[in-house]
């Protein structure tokens, strides 16, 4: 059983990430948020799944939701794969529907599709880590997050995103 201290980085680095998938993908990495929806008005939507597809984005899309998998196995470790799998899905129809609503985006079911797919992929990884690492598994998530905040913070920071 990870100690409570384990428990808020957790806590901590999932919030953090959420911030970050927000930034992604209904703000596209834009720092002025106001002026990004107010110069932004185009409403699209496609319903058709991978009708226009990208490799790299469907590739993108899933990669960015396999941590909601892993981390809300993680944070509500009595909650089945299931449950994990379906708020992924309602964050990413949230996202969609506000791409759409905000005029900031395409939104894609293939990219509702993605998205799921990468918790899916998320919450079984996380099985097999805590198979595999068992009490460890959480400190090891939590370690290998943070490699990837600073990462994401340094690349941000080199290409003056920051």
């Known amino acids: 059983m990870p100690s409570k201290k384990t428990h808020l980085i957790s806590n901590i680095l999932f919030c953090l990430y959420l911030v970050f998938l927000t930034w992604i993908i209904i703000f596209k990495l834009d720092l002025d948020v106001f002026s990004f929806i107010k110069n932004h008005s185009a409403r699209n939507i496609n319903l058709l799944p991978y009708a226009y597809m990208n490799k790299l984005e469907v590739f993108l899309n899933i990669l960015v939701f396999i941590p909601f998998g892993i981390y809300g196995k993680i944070i509500s470790d009595n909650s089945s794969g299931l449950s994990v799998i379906s708020y992924a899905f309602s964050l990413s129809f949230f996202y969609e529907a ?3 609503i ?18 899916i992929i998320g919450v079984l990884l996380f ?5 595999t690492f068992k009490e460890h598994t959480q400190t ?3 370690f290998f997050a943070l ?16």
């Open 98 to 100: 506000s791409q759409y």
């Open 102 to 119: 905000f005029g900031v985006g395409y939104s894609d079911i293939t990219d509702l599709i993605d998205n799921t797919l990468g918790a």
């Open 140 to 142: 090891l998530v939590n």
């Open 147 to 162: 490699a990837v905040v600073f990462a994401f913070l340094y690349v941000l920071h080199s290409y003056h995103l920051l």
């Open 127 to 131: 099985k097999i880590l805590n198979l």
